[in-house]
């Protein structure tokens, strides 16, 4: 069996575990183990938020979930011989939830998504969603169901949301000085345009007391995708899947976790895929002067790998970039991927779904979302298309209407304290 290099406990919180891993980027925080090129090895995952989220029927853990402790990563993982310049290549071997054992977290046979309250993080729709909605599914294998979302079953695409090597110290200021400008043009917007660095609730490895304080000042949230890799919750990052890395430093430091056992492109509710504790087995090598080579100064490529299901009926929906209120506006791909995902909704309430159940259900199923038109003036056009098989009744438009199904328990709500 493949050397587990990082044990997780799960009756354990994430500090209080034999190797303790990290939530912020920064070059100086201390490496867990050294691995060779050309070895594969596994480490297990927490789920992101640490064990905060509960397996029951309330949303008030997502309205008061602790942003600014997030993500729990694993690593990082000095890979011997690798420096700036370099291309770290990194094959998903293998992933998956935490084996089933007694413990309370998220991974054990169950995960969740959620709508994030507008004053806790937002989402892609906060201004038509603005308040904490949850949905816990179950795992049956590679298959999920939920109790908050009835009628539907689907296979999950299980990747890791949030992969990446270390920002150089140069790399970082540049992210810290380009996020903090933006910030500054609107300071008071909620949610807020983007994270500055965050001491509190940083977790930074085995960093020495004397460094703490100014690496915890210094380190970038972990929230956003940027040139390292980072948090791009991309879907297609499954079983099979090899990823280039740019490395910035000596070891290029790499990280991983936010593990989703399934997810719809853009993670649009924010918290939207299936969060789950698990594991990855990787296996990492190297490419000499490799970012020169391929003219990879910045930004991971990858090659997608072929785990996860193959459907073979998709309804699809299409948005372009106009406002709700009927305003034009030119060329905005985000905008009509809103109206996309909105348009969606609509037609998934008229079977008997909630607006919110319809919501957390294009988060978590493993919809396919595109920049269908992004030429022809002034409007846009992004698409959404949603497998059918994944429903217990049939979908598609008929003569004789859509069936009705009884949309149980619902969503669980927690109102927007603010």
């Keep these: 069996m493949t050397e587990n290099l990082f044990p997780l406990d799960s009756h354990k919180s994430f500090t209080e575990q034999q190797k303790l891993g990290h939530n912020r980027w920064h070059p100086e ?22 064990g905060f989220i509960k397996n029951d029927d309330s949303a008030e853990d997502i309205r008061d979930a602790p942003l600014h402790t997030v993500h729990t990563l694993t690593g990082p993982f000095h890979i011997e011989g690798a420096e700036p310049g370099d291309l770290l290549i990194v094959d998903i071997v293998d992933i998956g939830p935490i084996p089933n054992e007694e413990g309370p977290l998220a991974g054990q046979g169950w995960g969740y998504t959620g709508i994030f309250a507008q004053n806790n993080g937002g989402g892609f729709l906060t201004e038509q969603f ?31 949301g949030l992969m990446g090597t270390a920002p150089s110290a140069e790399l970082l200021a540049r992210w810290n000085q380009r996020e903090g400008d933006l910030i500054a ?41 940027r040139e390292n890799g980072g948090n791009q919750d991309i879907k297609n990052l499954t079983k099979g899947t090899r990823v280039f890395y740019p490395v910035f430093v000596d070891g290029a430091n790499l990280s991983f976790g936010d593990l989703h056992f399934s997810q719809g492109d853009g993670e649009i509710t924010f918290c939207g895929a299936i969060e789950m504790g698990g594991f990855m087995e990787l296996h990492v090598d190297i490419i000499k002067g490799g970012m020169a080579t391929y003219g990879v100064e910045e930004n991971a490529i990858f090659m997608p790998g072929k785990a996860g299901p193959d459907y073979s009926e998709w309804l699809a929906f299409s948005g372009t970039s106009v406002t709700l209120e009927g305003e034009q506006r030119y060329l905005d791909s985000h905008l009509a991927y809103q109206r996309a995902i909105l348009h969606a909704i609509d037609y998934l ?19 396919e979302g595109r920049f269908s038109g992004v030429v022809d003036i002034p409007n846009s056009c992004a698409t959404v298309y949603i497998p059918t098989e994944i429903f217990e009744f049939d979908i598609r ?12 328990m619902g969503a669980p709500r927690a109102a927007n304290l603010v």
């Design 29 to 50: 925080i201390p490496p867990v183990a050294t691995i060779k090129p050309g070895t594969t090895f596994r480490a297990d995952c927490r789920e992101w938020f640490d």
């Design 130 to 160: 603005p308040d904490a909605y949850k949905a816990v599914w179950d795992f049956d294998g590679d298959t999920c169901t939920s109790r908050h979302i009835p009628g539907v079953k689907f296979q999950g695409m299980t990747h890791p």
């Design 185 to 225: 043009t609107d300071p008071h917007r909620t949610p807020p345009l983007a994270l500055p660095p965050e001491p509190d609730g940083a977790i930074l490895g085995s960093l020495s007391e004397e460094q703490f304080a100014r690496v915890a000042a210094e380190a970038a949230r972990t929230a956003p995708p």
């Design 349 to 367: 309430t008229t079977f008997g779904y909630t607006p919110e159940q319809a919501y957390l259900l294009l988060g978590a199923a493993p919809i």
């Design 397 to 408: 438009p008929g003569k004789d209407g859509p069936t009705k199904i009884d949309p149980g």
